[in-house]
């Protein structure tokens, strides 16, 4: 299958922050023998697959997808990957100011199929009206394999940005002496992955305690630079089998968990290994996006 990644609806600038969800999809289908390229101003018709990332800030892409769908009809397939928890009001706003959800109830129609790197039991709540969405679950990318690094210089690197509910946790960890760096969302994916490869361990946190799932496309882009994954233990959603990959502690306990695996070497190299290994012996990226083929239109 051919697939054009249409990026419209993102600012180029913000791409950096999408680039660990876009990443493992496009190298999922190219390991599956599909084709896949990136687009930014054009949707393209049959026999092109069109795959947008959620994200509907404004009125006026929704507007332009409204008419490509009437000018080329079933011509034209456009699926939608969801990013987020439709109900986390830090990424979607508070009740009485949710734009981005407003939008894309505008805008569902539109789409041909819906997957989500989420659970999506929210979808149909929310949008009774459109196609059936499939939750994607994420995996093991033999091409986004990492060499192992030699010098890892970083004792512990917070995937995300700092905030209040992770700050206490880093300067907890500062204090004992440990050297923390951050990716801050923003950072390319170059410059992330090479510090993710340096690092002893990734930190994992939700970015508040109104978050419900944890973060697989965080998680497995640590795992594919084989390093280890200390997360916060709160999701019990089907993601939650991501724990089997990971070292999991609760909150309070985040710290000296990261501590007491940075005391003792040997010990936390084996265990990076094998949860490495389990990793990638379990889990495909490939073969999900396989089994969510059918759903796209023939």
Known sequence: MQFNFYLKNHHVT??????????????????GGHQVQFEYTQLLPRPWVNVMFEYFPDTGLIDELAAARAEYGRDLIVGLIGTEDLSDTISMGAKGD???LDNMRRVMGVFDFIWSIVPVDD??????????AHFLPFGHCPSLELRP??????????????NGWRAPVVQTLLEAGARVQATFGDMPEFIRRNMLGR???VLDMRRGDVVRYMSPSRICAALQCRTLVVAETFDVSPLSSLYRYVVPADYGDLAATCLALMADDSARRTRTDELFARFKAETSMRANLEALLPTIPA
């Open 123 to 132: 979808y149909a709540r929310l949008f009774p009206d459109c196609r059936p």
């Open 199 to 201: 690092s002893k361990m």
């Open 14 to 31: 913000g791409l950096a922050s999408l680039e660990d969800i876009i990443g493992p999809i496009s190298a999922g289908l190219v390991e």
């Open 149 to 162: 690094v030699l010098h890892q210089g970083i004792d512990v690197m917070l995937y995300g940005k700092l």
């Open 98 to 100: 949710q734009r981005r």
